[in-house]
């Protein structure tokens, strides 16, 4: 079984940048379909981006679309986002996931992932 911790969160001005990362241990990243997602306080979790086992298809909600890239290392095994052109929108929790179940593209719900990392907090101001 997969464990992601993610790292990187913090306090940005509107326009700046962030790179969050999602370490995973237990289990090869190349073997599972990963995604992030954010959840604002009161919201719902949402979706942000999402990569392929392959690593050859990524995925990214219209808000983030051309802002936010997502990629990740096999070597360190370890997911990345990084979050240029942040606005106060952007601001929520944001976490990790993984699923090795299915094949489904694009992986864009919560329930097509079975493990999840705790969060890493990213506020914006404005």
């Known amino acids: 079984q997969v464990q992601l911790v993610e790292s990187g969160g913090g306090l940005v001005q509107a326009g700046g940048s962030l790179r969050l990362s999602c370490s995973a241990s237990g289990r090869t990243l190349s073997n599972y379909r990963m995604g992030w997602f954010r959840q604002a306080p009161g919201k719902e979790r949402e979706f942000v981006a999402a990569?392929?086992?392959?690593?050859?298809?990524?995925y990214y909600a219209d808000s983030v679309k051309g802002r936010f890239v997502i990629s990740r290392d096999n070597f360190k095994n370890a997911l990345y986002l990084q979050m240029d052109s942040l606005k106060p929108e952007d601001a929520a929790a944001y976490y990790c996931?993984?699923?090795?179940?299915?094949?489904?593209?694009?992986?864009?719900?919560?329930?097509?992932?079975?493990?999840w990392g705790q969060g890493t907090q990213v506020t914006v101001s404005s």
């Open positions: 996931a993984a699923d090795q179940r299915g094949s489904a593209w694009p992986p864009q719900n919560r329930d097509m992932y079975n493990h």
């Open positions: 990569m392929a086992r392959s690593g050859l298809m990524t």
